[in-house]
Structure formats: C-alpha cells, structure tokens
C-alpha cells in the first residue's frame, strides 16, 4: 500500500491537465469484466439518453468542448497555476 500511496502522491503533484489525462490512460486499462454493474437507474438513464440520440433530439458537446471547459474551471479555482486546488 506505501507505493500506491506514494505514486499518489507523486501524481497529486502534476499539472491538473496531466492527472486528468493519467486518469484516462489507468481507465483504458481496466478490464471491461472487473467494472461493477451498473444499477438499474443508470441503465435506464444510458438507454433515455441513447434513444434521444438516435433519434437526433439530443444537443451534444465534442469531448474537446468539454475537457477545455472542465481544465478552465478548474484552472480558475486554483488561481490559474494549473493544480486545480
């Protein structure tokens, strides 16, 4: 447990933009199989939201619309230096 609390501890220390993308590469790796079911609000949620995609009523937002805007916010919490706190 010291290393994860080590390289935690060394990662909580980068630039926020590189924690995030840290994130998304552990994520990628994380075998579909090992994730816990999702409850039956979720999926319910996922197929309302799948469904008004198909059928063209969903507004949506590029992922890179949506990643600037979450870096900027949290830039704007930390003062700008780009920890996010």
Same mark, same amino acid.
């Given at each position: ?25 552990? &994520? +990628? =790796? %994380?075998?579909? /199989? !090992? $994730?816990?079911? #999702? ?23 590029? &992922? +890179? =619309? %949506?990643?600037? /805007? !979450? $870096?900027?916010? #949290? ?11």
């Amino acid at each position: 447990m010291s290393d994860l609390n080590s390289l935690l501890t060394d990662a909580s220390q980068l630039p926020v933009a590189d924690r995030l993308e840290l994130i998304e590469a552990l &994520w +990628d =790796t %994380v075998p579909e /199989d !090992a $994730l816990p079911p #999702l409850s039956s609000e979720w999926m319910a949620e996922i197929h309302r939201r799948s469904a008004a995609f198909e059928a063209g009523t969903a507004k949506t937002i590029p &992922w +890179d =619309t %949506v990643r600037a /805007d !979450a $870096l900027q916010r #949290l830039q704007g919490r930390g003062g700008g230096n780009g920890d996010g706190g």
